[in-house]
């Protein structure tokens, strides 16, 4: 079956520095990827669509320099949290549209990012 | 994408019950979907449904495509502490096969 990849798991970082985060499809192509931002108790909130070779769409209300996506290939997607703050602390997973059909998505295991 | 209508938002059940959970749109769907997300990971597919009344089965889960294609159900028999988890539906509204959305999610508890 399909299998997303994220990549670190956690990581905490000082305010004020940048965060990268990895998306990668394993064992098929997606052009299409999507970013979810998740706080506590609370259900997935997409933040923006990942485009191979082209540039992200993003949800309204999520700032574009704020949240940098870069989908260089056909198997991995970057986020980049730039100038992380505190309050940019939460859960960031990746999905793509899998194998079985492009309305299932598969999701990453997410990454859980701290800044202090 | 716009949040469906998912309930109960949480449930303390007894091992061994059974647990019924439902979503809910004021649009007409061509799928429904159904995670689940353990702490600290990412959703886990578990049933995908794709035709109106539809009724799939995955082990002791049971889910349901609504016959009028703005509902769905997913049903948890002889429930076991490893239940435990956060349930969400996710369905693609007919007019917009781009969109995903999802419920609120169901929090599952389970007393052994």
């Known amino acids: 079956g399909a299998v997303v990849s994220q990549h670190p798991s956690w990581v905490i970082c000082k305010s004020g520095t940048s965060v990268k985060i990895e998306c990668r499809s394993l064992?098929?192509?997606?052009?299409?990827m999507f970013w979810y931002r998740q706080f506590p108790k609370q259900s997935l909130m997409l933040m923006a669509t990942?485009?191979?070779?082209?540039?992200?769409?993003?949800e309204q209300g999520v700032e574009k320099d704020k949240f940098l996506i870069n989908h260089a290939s056909l198997t991995l997607s970057t986020l980049t949290v730039t100038s992380a703050h505190p309050e940019d602390s939460s859960f960031y997973i990746c999905?793509?549209?899998?194998?079985?059909?492009?309305?299932?998505?598969?999701f990453g295991a997410g990454s859980r990012l701290t800044v202090l | 994408g716009q949040q469906l209508n998912q309930s109960p938002q949480s449930m303390f059940i007894q091992e061994g019950e059974d647990v019924s959970m439902n979503c809910t749109s004021s649009s007409i769907f061509n799928t429904w979907l159904w995670y689940k997300q353990d702490p600290g990971e990412g959703p886990v597919l578990l049933i995908a449904l794709y035709k109106a009344g539809e009724l799939t089965s995955n082990g002791r889960l049971t889910a349901q495509f609504g016959i009028t294609r703005k509902d769905s159900f997913l049903n948890i028999s002889a429930s076991i502490p490893s239940d435990v988890g956060i349930y969400f539906c996710?369905?693609?509204?007919?007019?917009?096969?781009?969109?995903?959305?999802f419920g609120a999610g169901t929090r599952l508890t389970v007393k052994p």
């Open positions: 999905s793509a549209p899998g194998s079985s059909g492009a309305n299932v998505l598969t």
């Open positions: 996710a369905g693609q509204p007919l007019d917009n096969n781009n969109d995903m959305r």
């Open positions: 990942s485009n191979e070779g082209s540039k992200a769409t993003y």
């Open positions: 064992d098929f192509q997606a052009t299409t």
